[in-house]
């Protein structure tokens, strides 16, 4: 059966670019410090979808959509066959 997951994600935890700017202009361990705990948020936002993807199995997603949420989030949606397994 297919089924179908949603995730909110804030894009604006992913302006790499700012991100990056900021570590070429402080180069000092407080600047590589403050570069190291905003990936860290990336990861801590994007780990639900990469678990899940590989919990269900790559293989098994059909399509992910993704839209604008609100002003300030985009909403990912994976179609998913759960192979008989019900709802997760």
Do not use: W
């Given at each position: 059966?297919?089924?179908?997951?949603i995730?909110?994600?804030?894009?604006?935890k992913?302006?790499m670019?700012y991100?990056?700017?900021?570590?070429?202009?402080d180069?000092?361990?407080?600047?590589r410090a403050?570069?190291k705990k905003e990936l860290e948020?990336?990861e801590?936002?994007?780990?639900?979808i990469?678990?899940?993807i590989?919990?269900i199995?790559y293989?098994n997603?059909?399509s992910i959509?993704s839209?604008?949420g609100?002003?300030?989030y985009?909403?990912?949606?994976?179609f998913?066959?759960?192979?008989?397994q019900?709802?997760?």
């Amino acid at each position: 059966m297919i089924r179908m997951k949603i995730f909110k994600i804030d894009p604006g935890k992913f302006d790499m670019a700012y991100i990056d700017q900021n570590l070429r202009e402080d180069q000092s361990e407080k600047g590589r410090a403050k570069y190291k705990k905003e990936l860290e948020k990336h990861e801590k936002e994007l780990s639900p979808i990469e678990n899940f993807i590989a919990d269900i199995g790559y293989d098994n997603i059909r399509s992910i959509k993704s839209a604008m949420g609100a002003l300030a989030y985009v909403v990912y949606t994976i179609f998913y066959e759960d192979n008989g397994q019900g709802r997760r």
